[in-house]
Structure formats: C-alpha cells, structure tokens
C-alpha cells in the first residue's frame, strides 16, 4: 500500500471529503445534506469530518471557497509587463476547462449565489472584492500602456465568468442543443477558442488562434 506522511495524510483526506461533499451538497441541497452522508461517501469516520472541517456549514463554505480558487489561481501572480491577450486566453481556457471538470461545484456556487449567498457572504466581500480590485489594476495598467482597448475591467472579470461557467451551470441545456451526451476533449478546445477569440476581440487584442494562424502562414512563405 502506499505510504502517506503526515501532512500528505491531511491534505489527501481533506481532498476526498471535499469531493465527496461537494458531490452531497449539489445532490441535496445545504439543508439536504448531512455529516454522516458526507462521510459514508467519502470513505471516512464521521469524526474525520468535524476533525478537519469543526462542523457542515465550515464544510460548506471551504467546497465553494476552494472551487473559486481553482477558477481564478491562473492570475493570482500577473502583472503590467504580461501579454494580456495570452493571460486571458489562458484564464478563459482554465475556466472552461474546470466547467468540463468540475461542473458540480460550478453548480454549487451558482445555487448559493442565486439564494443570496447566505453562506459565503463576507468571502465574497472580503476576498472576492479584493481579488477583483487587485486584478482591475493590472487590467488598467494595459490600458493605460495602449495593450488594450479603454473596456471596463471589472465588467470584463464577470463577462468571462458567466461565459465559461454556462457550460457547467447548463450543461443539460447546452448538451442538448449540441446533440451530445457529454462533454469531448475536442468541444473544450472549440468552446475554449471561440470564446477567447470574441472576448480578446472585443478587448482590442489578438486572438491567439489568429496569431497561430498568422505565424504558420508566414513561416511558409518564408521557408524555402
């Protein structure tokens, strides 16, 4: 069997009782949804649970927090000097590609915000407005630098969240409609380049698909 060290230990355990409380949370609802159901799912003591988590809401709170996180991690270093088309077709890609995922805690959140946010309220206050803040000055300095169009940064944040999050929010919808009975490899790639090339587009910026493009015709004109 493998061997864990201590703190491996932990951080394995949290991951699966996230999971697993992720998967209850979506099922049943916050209400729904019980300690004992959260353990038996993950594989795990009842204890193990409140040893970690002290109780479901501090549960709840860290399966929502964690999957913000991962939606926003790719521009938690950016800075004025990056090329703002490549960090935003890679933020749109990690966003589509956590849709493709993660589509039950893309659901979650999407449930605790239409009712309110009645769990996560001061995160969003705190942490999210700060990350938000944080980001448009970096967005603003682009423009100000002539990297970008004059567009409103904080808008744009909330543009490419409701965009990729669509594909996990209504993914019965959009299934439906593209004739599929789940996501492929091939539609996360299409659906990743279509949107970075409207939203880029509509940023004043290249696509990076056209720049692809662009650089392989040239290559084979000047290639002998």
Known sequence: MKKYKPGKI????????????????????????????????????????????????????????????????????ISADDDPAEVLHEFIRTKVELSYTHPRASKLFAMEIIQGAPHIREYIRMDMRQWVRSKTRVFDEWIAAGKMDPIDPVHLIFMIWATTQHYADFETQVLTLMNRAEYEREDIEHITNMVSHVILKGCGLQPLQALATSDMASSAVTTP
């Open 10 to 77: 932990r951080e394995r355990n949290e991951e699966v009782i996230l999971k697993a409380a992720e998967q209850e949370f979506v099922l049943n609802g916050f209400k729904g949804t019980s300690v004992q159901a959260i353990a038996n799912r993950a594989g795990l003591p009842k204890a193990n649970i409140h040893y970690y988590f002290k109780n479901k809401n501090n549960l709840y709170k860290a399966v929502l927090e964690y999957i913000t996180q991962l939606w926003n991690e790719v521009l938690s270093d």
